[in-house]
């Protein structure tokens, strides 16, 4: 099945404490380890253009996913997202020819150029209730350079993610701004890693 739709996040980083006080202060609601495998060229062509192609592994599930960076707004990011579930069979097949992944879409979003498997990281996902019904996913991502402290909110407006900000900032957490995608950040840390 294949699905295509956009998707609005309030994403901010966060630091280890705050991590740990924003899931002492809820009760978890849902909690799901991830394993993404990240594909693209050996120059990273869809980095440069704003784009991720993964496959997601969540208990046995996997997702194909395709984003496209759309637009950022002061506070909300938002990218078209082509989603394509797969077999473990199919997964497989992939990771032993990696060029095929784009067998599974529906576009073409390279010309001669091959996808390669670049790798993986890890994300643990806790789903929380942030703030007056809102629900935010907390993780914590390993990426091949370390691990870092995410906070996103999914489907919401510039003012509901304003009054999340300042519910963040009256609790003492503090957060940046995330300008980066967890697939860019990827790419940095295995530019880094020796």
């Keep these: 099945m294949t699905s295509i739709g956009l998707e609005n996040e309030l994403k901010v980083l966060i ?3 705050t991590y740990k006080k924003l899931l002492l202060s809820a009760h978890p609601l849902k909690k799901k380890i991830q394993e993404n495998y990240y594909f693209d060229t050996e ?3 869809l980095s440069r253009e704003k784009k991720t192609l993964r496959i997601r ?12 960076g759309w637009k950022k707004d002061a ?10 579930e797969l077999t473990e069979s199919d997964v497989n097949r992939i990771f032993e020819n990696p060029p095929i992944v784009t067998d599974f879409l529906p576009l073409e979003i390279f010309q001669n150029e091959r996808p390669v498997l670049l790798g993986k990281i890890k994300n643990e996902r806790t789903v929380i209730e942030i703030f007056n019904g809102i629900l935010a996913e907390i993780d914590k991502t390993h990426f091949p350079n370390g691990i ?3 906070m996103e909110v999914e489907n919401i407006s510039e003012s509901q993610g304003m009054e999340i900000l300042k519910h963040m900032e009256l609790k003492g957490y503090p957060y940046i701004f995330n300008k980066k995608s967890k697939y ?7 530019k880094e890693s020796p």
């Design 57 to 68: 592994n969540e208990k046995n599930h996997y997702i194909l996913c395709l984003k496209i």
């Design 75 to 84: 506070l909300i990011h938002t990218s078209q997202e082509i989603e394509v």
């Design 15 to 17: 630091n280890a404490e």
């Design 184 to 190: 860019q950040r990827f790419v940095e840390g295995i």
């Design 148 to 150: 870092s402290y995410e």
């Design 43 to 45: 120059d990273y062509k």
